[in-house]
């Protein structure tokens, strides 16, 4: 029972933190007064393996700061199928060793864009409210990683 309000509080946090972000993620953050972590980052996509309840894109890319990164970002739906929640890692390597993050978020398809919107936990402490944006017809994602802490 324990286990169970820990999962509920963690979902109620964040469903918070995305009902007060996502004005300001729509409007380029300002509102916010969100700083960038890094410059905007292209990523390769790997691969997109698509389910009835998930469907898991992975990607690859150099991203300032954490070196090369890999990523896995599995998407559930609503019932119409055009949003949902996300969660997922990913890691990065430098010749200095390695980072590691978790997250979770929402998503929703905008103008044919799967724009997710997650919340990143990284092993040095630090958080990150990371916007991505996946074009499916050319395979393009584009990681806007903005300071939480």
């Known amino acids: ?41 292209a990523m390769n996509v790997t691969s997109v393996v698509l389910g009835q309840e998930v469907t898991s894109i992975s990607a690859e890319g150099d991203m300032e700061g954490y070196g090369k990164v890999y990523a896995t970002y599995h998407l559930t739906y609503d019932p119409q199928r055009t949003s949902g929640t996300v969660d997922g890692q990913g890691r990065g390597f430098t010749a200095d060793g390695f980072a590691s993050g978790r997250f979770q978020g929402f998503w929703q398809l905008v103008d044919g864009v799967v724009v997710m919107r997650n919340v990143v936990k990284i092993t040095d402490d630090t958080m990150n409210l990371d916007v991505i944006r996946f074009n499916p017809l050319s395979r393009d994602l584009i990681v806007q990683a903005y300071i939480l802490k």
């Open 1 to 41: 029972m324990i286990f169970y309000k820990d999962l509920t509080m963690k979902k109620f946090f964040l469903a918070s933190l995305f009902i007060l972000a996502a004005p300001a993620a729509a409007s380029g953050h300002s509102e916010l007064g969100l700083e960038k972590r890094q410059p905007d980052t």
